[in-house]
């Protein structure tokens, strides 16, 4: 809570500076994208201005959005703002994903028929004791750019620590400190050590939260993995994330051969707290009656990846009946490993349709309750919608610029469903973060993606050979 008082302190401050910037001679101008579709996706919002108004300071931030080619006279920043005509164009707030592992990015494809758990054995046991210095940090890049230009402006970046190495476990943060794309790190204990160790290690990279339009850095969290680990360590680590005043994430309820088994951990999670409102789930697919209504009651939240859970055929959450709950629900890529290509146009369409072809109507959930839900209701999950997930004066202006004509979708009738049924990432043309522009159809100015494509085929392709090695060498004392 101290860190959050801190963090809302920066953000005022800032939002003040680029107000009495606005007209000043030191900054430079602000800039107003005029006439396009805009969506804010802020509360209340039924939809889009048809002809809207995005005004940006110089320092990232957002001035004015709405209905209107121009915000009311007198705004700050809009006398003497540069105009660029959006007629045709739509404008979006940035994708949040609730959860994913950058990391896994360079692992697609892989066991194609398997659940979570052959699946797991085929990543995670058969290459995590492998990983070279460097390939945490090739593989996360490789995973951040990727969900960048996707039109994914801010991650919840839900770390691993394989191979018990905490050099190389550390390179997931640092890595992502190098992309523009923000995000929130969700940090995990060795379960092994004591407090003592966990509090030593974490300390310096929670020094370097402070939330400002031009950092990737927008927070720490807790991915606490104790319901699977020795007695005590659950509670070990919610006691760690209430010191510091930190969201907590968990796997829970994903696939479905271990639903019964989950289902009777959920006493023991929420006796330690896991129905707390500072708690999210990854997937919460198969929960009974009793355990939604004591999440929902208690504040607790889910993430919602309808392609992971596709692709390894965990199931289709209730997200309707859970909304209707009382359960906050978010959406997230997860890693590209299990979701394997990072893309919440997809990600949305896969999710809505599927849910209608349960309920066998087209009635329910409706395109902008799932923008939505990808944007502003993942930001509250996380705890960061004060900075992020909607287009409102005093965020960071992280937006996507998309165009219907490019490749071609056909004449536009209604820009919410035409965003959510008729276009893909293919008519995304820009992405910009803290109003800087970082991704133009599909390159990264300035970054060589190619390059780091064949760093990590390189990288992959020897964690390989070290793998295969190890796995045909005689066992010890042979
Ligand atoms: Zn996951």
Redesign the pocket.
Known sequence: MRMEKMIRGVVASMALGAVLAGGGSEAGAATLYTGGVVFTLAEGEVAPAPVGHLLVSDEGLVLAAGPGAEPVAGTPGLDGAVRLNMAGKFILPGFVSG?S?LWQSAFRGIAADGELWPWLKALHFTYGGFFADGDFAAFTRHGAYDQLTHGVTTTFN?SHFLGRDFSRYTEQFTAELAVPQRFIFAWVHDSTADDATWEARFAPYLAQVGPAADKPLLGMALNAVGSSRAPGVLKREMEFAARHGLRVQM?YLEPFAEAAADRAKWPMLRDAGGAGANVSY??FIHPDADILREAAAGGASMIW?PL?NGRLGSGLADIEGYLAAGLKVGMGE??QA?ADISDPFENMRLGLYSLRMRRQNAKGLQPMDILRLHTLATARVLGVERYVGSLEPGKFADFLIVDPSRPGAGPVFDPAAHVLFAMSARNLHQVFIGGREVVRDGLVPGTDLVALENEVGERVAALRARAALAAAAPAPGH
């Open positions: 959860h592992h839900h796997h990854a997937h990846n992971s997860d890693g299990s």
